[in-house]
């Protein structure tokens, strides 16, 4: 009995450790991680590209990455093209892009034939008009082969 105590005294730290690490939310290398995938490929790079662009604040580069009939879903509301979006939320989304800090915690893209899927977590802080910012966030991006171009025809963001 006395082993096993001792064993699982020096043991626990030790596993402590490893799942703590495991679990890292900071995780930002993507290379051989379980937690990123299918971002090289060419769908998965303009899922990246839609973000830098955000938080750029480049207007016609998000714009350029949207299918016309885009579906975008966040906090109970809908809109149902680029233009609607353009309009109503575009500006919004950009400046709190670009006034707050966000880092993946988990990205994952696959491609299935015309089609691919975006799914990524992130943890986003920082202070957007005096109110502090700290929270974990979901992303799916649905994006379709229109003309030889990757488009995203759906985006859904919950927080």
Not at 12 to 30: E, G, I, M, R, W
Not at 63 to 82: F, N, P, T, Y
Request: glycine share 6%; with cysteine.
């Amino acid at each position: 009995m006395k082993k096993i105590y001792l064993l699982s005294i020096i043991l626990f730290p030790l596993l402590l450790t490893n799942c703590v690490n495991a679990h890292d939310k900071t995780h930002n290398d993507t290379s051989n991680s379980p937690m990123f995938s299918g971002l090289d490929s060419d769908a998965g790079i303009i899922a990246k590209q839609f973000h830098k662009a955000l938080s750029e604040a480049n207007t016609e580069t998000v714009m350029s990455l949207l299918a016309d009939d885009v579906l975008i879903l966040e906090g109970g509301r809908i809109e149902r093209s680029a233009d609607e979006y353009r309009a109503h939320h575009l500006q919004a989304d950009m400046q709190f892009s670009s006034a707050v800090t966000t880092k993946t915690i988990e990205h994952h893209v696959r491609v299935h034939g015309n089609t691919a899927v975006s799914i990524s977590r992130s943890h986003t802080s920082g202070n957007y008009k005096g109110r502090d910012i700290d929270r974990t966030g979901n992303e799916t991006l649905f994006l379709t082969l229109i003309n030889g171009q990757w488009k995203i025809s759906h985006i859904h963001w919950s927080h």
